[in-house]
């Protein structure tokens, strides 16, 4: 499948997506924003900072700062409780990711009474 072909498909899911809630009323949604997330691809931090911030100009919003402490650069554009959003992860929290998942699997916890 061609990029074109792929993101053609995406955008008709999208809209398949979207009508299927409204021809199926009982069927729940989210109780929770609903994000279509795109991550750009690993590079360095400035590069992936060059690329949320090319993204922000073409949704017309600027990155917010705020997520930086978090360790993170996004770009979000919101209709309503869905959105948009191009999210870096940084370096030093990738790493930390790393770190924090590096005994995943080995460690099981102790069995709780579901009483």
Do not use: W
Not at 31 to 36: E, G, K, L, P
Request: zero cysteines; hydrophobic letters at 45%.
């Amino acid at each position: 499948m061609t990029a074109t072909d792929y993101r053609a498909a995406v955008i008709q899911g999208l809209r398949d997506l979207a009508t299927f809630p409204e021809a199926n009323p009982a069927v729940p949604i989210p109780r929770h924003d609903v994000t279509f997330l795109y991550f750009p691809t690993r590079g360095t931090d400035a590069e992936m900072i060059a690329e949320i911030d090319r993204i922000a100009t073409l949704l017309g919003v600027t990155p917010d700062p705020s997520d930086t402490i978090y360790g993170h650069h996004k770009a979000r554009l919101a209709f309503g409780p869905v959105g948009y959003e191009a999210l870096a992860v940084l370096a030093a929290r990738h790493a930390q990711h790393q770190a924090d998942t590096s005994y995943s699997g080995y460690v099981t916890p102790a069995a709780v009474d579901a009483a």
